[in-house]
T-cell receptor
Framework: KQEVTQIPAALSVPEGENLVLNCSFTDSAIYNLQWFRQDPGKGLTSLLLIQSSQREQTSGRLNASLDKSSGRSTLYIAASQPGDSATYLCAVPTAGSQGNLIFGKGTKLSVKP | KAGVTQTPRYLIKTRGQQVTLSCSPISGHRSVSWYQQTPGQGLQFLFEYFSETQRNKGNFPGRFSGRQFSNSRSEMNVSTLELGDSALYLC????????????FGAGTRLSVL
């Protein structure tokens, strides 16, 4: 059974710092991995999706990497800003069902001005 | 292009009542998934619909049901509400193909008193 873990559960950094969020999964036979952002009381915003054949994806200050063999993904945020404060979640689809995502519990990020 | 729309945004019900939540996917998307989010359990998959057919169902009691219409809009119903059903209910839509980016709505916050 696939399990997704995110460490740390919470992170507080000063503005301008580069940071890395971690996501690990137990079953390496994934089709893709998606990173989301959630603001308090709101829905999820898709940040990046990495297909299983890819090693990384970039969007602006965000870079996500994927290492299937070790069951890990990282989300790198460069030059963090207070507006980056949110909960970041990673998710992988269950085998044979891309509409059924298994989520980690998320990392709550706080960027201090 | 309009995003995923969920209505209503907030609901207050009492134990024993039933509730219906609605989700309108992004135009052209045929896959709709539903998730329940609680502080303790995080995001949990409820069910997935594709072209009016339920493709997958999560580990929830039969009180939770759903359906999808020919225009891809989806509804979920919870009967005989319990206090533990209080949660944020999120709907996600996608094209359903290989590059399966899931786009989420803002959610419906259900409070059961």
């Amino acid at each position: 059974k696939q399990e997704v873990t995110q460490i740390p559960a919470a992170l507080s950094v000063p503005e301008g710092e580069n940071l890395v969020l971690n996501c690990s999964f137990t079953d390496s036979a994934i089709y893709n991995l998606q990173w989301f952002r959630q603001d308090p009381g709101k829905g999820l915003t898709s940040l990046l999706l990495i297909q299983s054949s890819q090693r990384e994806q970039t969007s602006g200050r965000l870079n996500a990497s994927l290492d299937k063999s070790s069951g890990r993904s990282t989300l790198y945020i460069a030059a963090s800003q207070p507006g980056d404060s949110a909960t970041y979640l990673c998710a992988v689809p269950t085998a044979g069902s891309q509409g059924n995502l298994i989520f980690g519990k998320g990392t709550k990020l706080s960027v201090k001005p | 292009k309009a995003g995923v729309t969920q209505t209503p945004r907030y609901l207050i019900k009492t134990r024993g009542q039933q509730v219906t939540l609605s989700c309108s996917p992004i135009s052209g998307h045929r896959s709709v998934s539903w998730y329940q989010q609680t502080p303790g359990q995080g995001l949990q998959f409820l069910f997935e619909y594709f072209s009016e057919t339920q493709r997958n169902k999560g580990n929830f009691p039969g009180r939770f049901s759903g359906r999808q219409f020919s225009n891809s809009r989806s509804e979920m119903n919870v009967s005989t509400l319990e206090l533990g059903d209080s949660a944020l209910y999120l709907c996600a839509s996608s094209l359903g193909g290989a590059k399966n980016i899931q786009y989420f709505g803002a959610g419906t916050r259900l409070s059961v008193l």
